[in-house]
């Protein structure tokens, strides 16, 4: 179930330890800069074969960035 979360959540959540961070900014834009320790699946690339890693009994945070 997704649950949106605001940034003081996702630092206690960081805190406790445990939770998967993905980001799915392009590859490149990843390279560039990206939240440390964050997993990168771009988007346009999300699929049951990409995400079939992820530990499911962990929380998860999916997160983009756009600066428009």
């Known amino acids: 179930m997704a649950t949106e979360i605001d ?6 959540l960081l805190d406790r330890g445990g939770v ?4 799915v900014l392009p ?4 390279e560039e800069e990206h939240l440390p ?5 771009p988007l346009k690339s999300m699929n049951a074969d990409a995400v ?3 530990d499911r009994s962990r929380p ?3 997160y983009c960035w756009d600066d428009i």
Do not use: Y
């Open 60 to 62: 998860t945070v999916v």
């Open 20 to 23: 998967q961070v993905i980001e």
């Open 37 to 41: 320790g964050a997993i990168n699946i």
């Open 27 to 30: 590859k490149h834009e990843h």
């Open 52 to 54: 079939s890693g992820l």
């Open 7 to 12: 940034l003081p959540g996702l630092r206690q």
